[in-house]
């Protein structure tokens, strides 16, 4: 799992885009569901049927990540959103760049935000029934979807869903 991580953070050195969302979830594993792994064994998770959640976990999370860090990792040329999702909204990776939110790309991030509640219910899955009660685990995809929805209606700038999720808020 470290050396997975590695290879994902080496990646967000040189300039990021991909073409589905195969290298997009590969990226994810690496970044993030590689950490849930670690995690396990942090927190003695030895059960080896919970991997699969934790994978899912740190997926669903770095989904969330990207949908919300669009402009900003574009700005630094990073392009998470691939861009065979993009064209289907006949929208592009140099689109993203726009600050006015093109609908395509709106659309597309929405996409991957039902795509990271996805991995989100998965995860959830793996919590043992008395714990699924107490923890609720995508609270932040919910309050990222919720922005996107209210961009889609308005002429939002993309920019203004970078705040869609605020780190430790609640």
């Not at 994810?28 to 976990?57: H, N, Q, S």
Request: proline share 4%.
């Amino acid at each position: 799992a470290v050396h997975e991580l590695i290879v994902g953070v080496r990646g967000d050195l040189d300039g990021v885009r991909y073409a589905g969302d195969r290298e997009l979830l590969r990226y994810c594993y690496r970044v993030a569901g590689t950490v849930g792994l670690l995690m396990c064994g942090v927190i003695g998770v030895d059960d080896e049927d919970a991997w699969p959640f934790a994978l899912d976990l740190g997926i669903a999370m770095q989904l969330t990540n990207i949908c919300r860090d669009v402009l900003e990792d574009a700005r630094m040329g990073r392009v998470y959103v691939p861009a065979a999702r993009l064209e289907a909204h006949q929208a592009s990776q140099a689109l993203v760049l726009d600050e006015r939110a093109h609908v395509g790309v709106r659309a597309t991030i929405a996409e991957l935000i039902e795509l990271a509640e996805r991995y989100y219910r998965s995860a959830d899955e793996g919590l043992p029934p008395p714990m699924r009660d107490e923890v609720e685990l995508w609270p932040v995809c919910e309050t990222c979807s919720n922005k996107i929805a209210v961009s889609e209606r308005t002429p939002e700038r993309l920019h203004e869903m970078e705040a869609c999720t605020d780190r430790g808020a609640g």
